[in-house]
């Protein structure tokens, strides 16, 4: 993952570090909701889990091209690549959904809603584009303390999200105070099962940038070299000073709202059409093809992260759930620490 000012720079050019890193933070992600769908499936998850399958060639770009240590990122339910990516260890997302008491959010919420709000990363809420005001608060806040310098703000939302007063608010505010917000927006195709015909009268969704005064970038969410050029460009634009910037990748979610949904209401000829592909597969080939990484690479990567996956849930398993009785009911993040 990129540490350094320079590391970003180079990965708008599409760096050979680069590159392979948001594919390892892509199939990393994948593997490790292969298996939460299924340790849920089995009864041994207690909550909602929701997959990012087909969004992680966002996610991890997003992410990868995220200075961990300065920028701040608010995940969505479908960011784990991104999180991945940002430098969340494996072992705090298996904790938090299975309730260990080492975690993060120490088994109190949702399993989804975890964070570290002291190293960047508000805790994720059920947000509807909440969370661009959140960020957008944060940025300001760094710069009345003088520590917005070389800072980028991002978060991630869906197709719906646009239609809510909270993502209208946020990036209108983001625009007028040129803060250093990046805002990708994943036109699933769906908010939850409504289809993007009747949420929206825009042609494209990309059009709202404009409206609101801000950079506006579209991209194939299936194309993994594509989404690492155009939202690591983004990323560099927002640091450079050039403002808020908007990306839309259209994209597909290969499966339900949730593994409580199945999905049916998406229409066969959109699953077998060009949004429907799996962007690790694409990836995969991409990377094979333009020399960034041998089949045989991938494969061990695969292995080891498989490895590192049962590890970490082996390990959640094992450690204890909250006891109310006994609980310190204190804020897992204070004014100790400065957002």
Same mark, same amino acid.
């Given at each position: ?53 087909g969004q992680e060639a966002v996610s991890a770009s997003l992410g990868t091209s995220l200075i961990k240590g300065r920028d701040i990122f608010a995940a ?23 309730? =260990?008491? /080492? #975690? ?5 919420? +949702?399993?989804?809603?975890?964070? *570290?709000?002291?190293? &960047?990363?508000? %805790?994720?809420? =059920?947000? /509807? #584009? ?5 960020? +957008?608060?944060?940025?300001?806040? *760094?710069?009345?303390? &003088?520590?917005? %310098? ?24 983001? %625009? ?24 929206? %009268? ?138």
């Open positions: 993952m990129p540490e350094t000012e320079e590391a970003v720079r180079t990965a708008a050019g599409l760096d050979r570090d680069y590159v392979r890193d948001v594919f390892r933070a892509m199939l990393r992600a994948r593997l490790l909701e292969n298996k939460l769908s299924s340790l849920y499936k089995a009864g041994k998850i207690v909550g909602g889990v929701y997959l990012g399958k969505l339910i479908r960011d784990q690549a991104g999180r991945t990516a940002f430098g969340e260890p494996l072992i705090d997302c298996t904790r938090t959904y299975l309730g =260990s008491v /080492l #975690g993060p959010m120490k088994g109190r919420d +949702g399993n989804i809603h975890r964070g *570290r709000p002291l190293d &960047g990363m508000p %805790a994720m809420i =059920s947000h /509807l #584009g909440a969370a661009v005001s959140v960020v +957008g608060g944060m940025l300001i806040a *760094r710069r009345i303390r &003088g520590e917005l %310098a070389g800072v980028v703000g991002a978060t991630c939302v869906g197709d719906g999200a646009t239609s809510t007063g909270a993502f209208h608010e946020g990036l209108n505010m983001a %625009a007028v105070e040129k803060l250093p917000m990046v805002v990708i927006v994943g036109n699933n195709q769906f908010a939850y099962s409504t289809p993007t015909d009747r949420q929206f %009268a825009c042609e494209d969704l990309l059009d709202r940038a404009k409206g609101y005064g801000v950079g506006g970038h579209s991209v194939d969410g299936t194309d993994v070299l594509a989404c690492a050029k155009v939202i690591g460009d983004a990323v560099q634009l927002a640091r450079e000073g050039a403002g808020p910037q908007m990306v839309v990748a259209r994209l597909l979610r290969l499966s339900g709202h949730g593994e409580h949904d199945d999905g049916s209401y998406v229409p066969p000829v959109l699953k077998s059409g060009h949004l429907g592909r799996d962007c690790i597969e694409t990836g995969s080939n991409q990377l094979v093809e333009s020399g960034y990484a041998t089949a045989e690479e991938i494969e061990r990567w695969r292995s080891d992260f498989t490895d590192e996956v049962q590890a970490a849930v082996a390990q959640a398993q094992q450690e204890p759930l909250p006891d109310p009785w006994h609980e310190e009911w204190h804020a897992c993040a204070t004014q100790t620490g400065r957002l």
